[in-house]
């Protein structure tokens, strides 16, 4: 499996970013994607994950109501779609999947098998 994270960038405080996870080396449609972050000091954190087969989601407290994660199957594709953005979502933005046939409901970092590489956002004015 591949992951490769982009979209990210300088953004003012309650603007809109729309991150993209290019995935690919699936064997099955089960499995899970997730968003995660990490900021300078602190420990990585979940964002939001999708359940490929079943479209299901979730997301953290922190980012309810501003952050919207989608796929394109078409393109093998999933998507973070961030609106109005605050300076305390600065961070490295990672997605993650578990392996084919291993589906999780969590958002804790652990229990995800691959990893892309960090796309940077910054919030600030």
């Known amino acids: 499996v591949q992951l490769q994270a982009s979209g990210g960038g300088l953004v003012q405080p309650g603007g809109s970013l729309r991150l993209a996870c290019a995935a690919s080396?699936?064997?099955?449609?089960?499995?899970?994607i997730g968003w995660f972050r990490q900021a300078p000091g602190k420990e990585r954190e979940g964002v939001a994950y999708?359940?490929?087969?079943?479209?299901?989601?979730n997301y953290a407290d922190s980012v309810k109501g501003r952050f919207t994660i989608s796929k394109d199957n078409n393109k093998s594709a999933v998507y973070l779609q961030m609106n109005s953005l605050k300076p305390e979502d600065t961070a490295v933005y990672y997605c993650?999947?578990?392996?084919?046939?291993?589906?999780?409901?969590?958002?804790?970092?652990?229990?995800?098998?691959?990893w892309g590489q960090g796309t940077l956002v910054t919030v600030s004015s």
């Open positions: 993650a999947s578990t392996r084919s046939n291993r589906i999780v409901q969590t958002l804790n970092p652990s229990y995800y098998d691959y």
């Open positions: 080396g699936f064997t099955s449609d089960d499995y899970t």
């Open positions: 999708v359940i490929n087969s079943h479209d299901i989601t």
